[in-house]
């Protein structure tokens, strides 16, 4: 079974394979809190990426996908 929720940032990133696509001048993410990126993945629009933050700072699992 999947786990949808992370203690940390780099583990929610890690559980989709997008931690590299991670940029540090990206803001930190805030508790109650949804943040959202485009990377260059190589494909004519890029990759999107979301990532939301609970009440008590666990990551839920991001959403990704091609633009």
């Known amino acids: 079974m999947k786990q949808n929720f992370f203690p940390t940032l780099n583990s929610a990133l890690e559980s989709e394979g997008l931690l590299e696509s991670w940029a540090l001048n990206f803001p930190p993410l805030s508790y109650d809190s949804t943040f959202s990126y485009t990377f260059d993945d190589g494909s004519k ?16 699992r991001p959403v990704h996908y091609k633009r």
């Open 45 to 60: 629009y890029g990759h999107y990426v979301s990532l939301y933050r609970d009440s008590e700072g666990r990551y839920e």
